[in-house]
């Protein structure tokens, strides 16, 4: 059984930064791709970002490429986001995901079997 807990999030500036961590127990990550998720109120969950098994793949959406730096360290079986520049727009309930049926991240909610319950991040001005 897969358990994904997500941590770091809070109430940060507009320009400020956040640190993201995903932690997964029960099993050996290093054949999962991840990514992270988030969904504001109203909304539905929308792609943030994503990496590969090895983590020499990353993926972004346009909204934070740039902004945004993902990693991961398989051997604490552990995710990252690093969060930069954050705008109000980035507020929301940050989901980390897995899968383990492909070896090139979703895009997707669908392409994901295992989710976190989610962490809020609230940027105001």
């Known amino acids: 059984q897969v358990q994904l807990v997500e941590s770091g999030g809070g109430l940060v500036q507009a320009g400020g930064s956040l640190r993201l961590s995903c932690t997964a127990y029960g099993r050996s990550m290093s054949t999962y791709v991840m990514g992270w998720f988030r969904q504001a109120p109203g909304k539905e969950r929308e792609f943030v970002s994503a990496?590969?098994?090895?983590?020499?793949?990353?993926y972004y959406s346009d909204s934070v490429k740039g902004r945004f730096t993902i990693s991961r360290d398989n051997a604490k079986n552990t995710m990252a986001l690093q969060m930069s520049s954050l705008k109000p727009e980035d507020t929301g309930i940050y989901y980390c995901?897995?899968?383990?049926?492909?070896?090139?991240?979703?895009?997707?909610?669908?392409?994901?079997?295992?989710w976190g319950q989610g962490t809020q991040v609230t940027v105001s001005l």
């Open positions: 995901a897995a899968d383990r049926r492909t070896v090139i991240p979703a895009r997707s909610v669908g392409g994901y079997e295992h």
């Open positions: 990496i590969n098994w090895s983590g020499t793949g990353t």
